[in-house]
């Protein structure tokens, strides 16, 4: 069975940084594309970023272009997010979420985590 | 950036009801158009992927349709579990955009 878990949501300050990681277990992780998506509390599905199976080719949301930062490793069959100069526009909970193949552009997302939530606020 | 347009935002239906949902992309991306479900509460699901082929364990009575920047999501007969927010989002280019939502309500 599939899952995706995130850790690592919270409190912040606008400003400051914070490091979202997923955990992927019950498939082979490194042979696909993983993806971030977020949604503010009672809003819709906001894309965010995604990462190829290899790393090889990372896409970005405009709205957090140069600010987040995607990885993963697939060792540890792991996806992270560090976010840096958040503002009170990136308060949501966030997916990580399993595409249907390796590389990015992906198709579906076939597979989501139950989403950490990232609160910016003074 | 392709812009995701749905509509209508919000629909009020009864059971057994035939639904449409539309999606308009602001450019073509060709069939790479996905439908998502999302309950109150529920992480999103994919119903329908490649804008027609539906997704395993996906109930029949939702359809997929439309190619280039047209598309649509049909519920057959709305069944009780169905009222929930449906999305639409294009895969063919980076950033994968989502539609707005529309919510189908009880009516």
């Known amino acids: 069975e599939v899952q995706l878990v995130e850790s690592g949501g919270g409190l912040v300050q606008p400003g400051g940084s914070l490091r979202l990681s997923c955990a992927a277990s019950?498939?082979?992780?490194?042979?696909?594309?993983m993806h971030w998506v977020r949604q503010a509390p009672g809003k819709g599905l906001d894309w965010v970023s995604a990462?190829?199976?290899?790393?090889?080719?990372?896409a970005y949301a405009d709205s957090v272009n140069g600010r987040f930062t995607i990885s993963r490793d697939n060792a540890k069959n792991s996806l992270f997010l560090q976010m840096n100069s958040l503002t009170s526009e990136d308060t949501a909970f966030y997916y990580c979420?399993?595409?249907?193949?390796?590389?990015?552009?992906?198709?579906?997302?076939?597979?989501w985590g139950q989403g950490t939530l990232v609160t910016v606020s003074s | 950036d392709i812009q995701m347009t749905q509509s209508p935002s919000s629909l009020s239906a009864s059971v057994g009801d035939r639904v449409t949902i539309t999606c308009r992309a602001s450019r073509s991306v060709g069939t790479n158009l996905n439908w998502y479900q999302q309950k109150p509460g529920k992480v999103p699901k994919v119903l329908i992927y490649?804008?027609?082929s539906l997704q395993s364990g996906v109930p029949s009575r939702f359809s997929g349709g439309g190619s280039g920047t047209y598309f649509t999501l049909t519920i057959s007969s709305l069944q009780p579990e169905d009222f929930a927010t449906y999305y639409c989002q294009q895969s063919y280019s980076t950033p994968h955009t989502f539609g707005q939502g529309t919510e189908v309500e009880f009516k």
């Open positions: 979420a399993k595409a249907d193949r390796g590389e990015v552009p992906s198709d579906h997302l076939d597979h």
């Open positions: 019950g498939f082979t992780f490194a042979d696909y594309a």
């Open positions: 490649a804008a027609s």
């Open positions: 990462v190829s199976w290899n790393s090889g080719n990372r």
